[in-house]
């Protein structure tokens, strides 16, 4: 079993950054693929990025590509994604996901869900 926290959202100007932290629970969370999605209103939720396990592996939604980075610490068993060059467009709820298999965009494969961290950024 793993749980998810997500922490560090908020409320950020146009070409700002903020980085989402998301703590997780459990031993074994080293052998997880990490993935962040987000789901604006009246949308569906879609994939952001997401990381192997032991973090040498990496993917990217073209939307985000060059401007966010996601990074992991598994001592900490902790996920981050950097986010700089923030777009309006960008805002939405931004879940942390974990699946024991490799990394993939759809979130019906991700076995675990946080909470949610809502990021808003103003134009």
Do not use: H
């Not at 950020?12 to 969370?29: D, E, I, W, Y």
């Not at 401007?67 to 900490?76: C, D, L, Q, V």
């Not at 993939?104 to 990021?119: F, H, K, L, S």
């Amino acid at each position: 079993q793993v749980q998810l926290v997500e922490s560090g959202g908020g409320l950020v100007q146009a070409g700002n950054s903020l980085r989402l932290s998301c703590a997780a629970s459990g031993r074994t969370f080293s052998t997880y693929t990490a993935g962040w999605f987000r789901q604006a209103p009246g949308k569906e939720r879609e994939f952001v990025a997401a990381i192997s396990g032991i973090g040498d592996s990496t993917m990217y939604a073209d939307s985000v590509k060059g401007r966010f980075t996601i990074s992991r610490g598994n001592a900490k068993n902790t996920v981050w994604l950097q986010m700089n060059s923030l777009k309006p467009e960008d805002t939405a709820v931004y879940y942390c996901a974990a699946r024991r298999r490799l990394a993939t965009i759809d979130p019906t494969e991700y076995d675990y869900w946080g909470q949610g961290t809502q990021v808003t950024v103003s134009s």
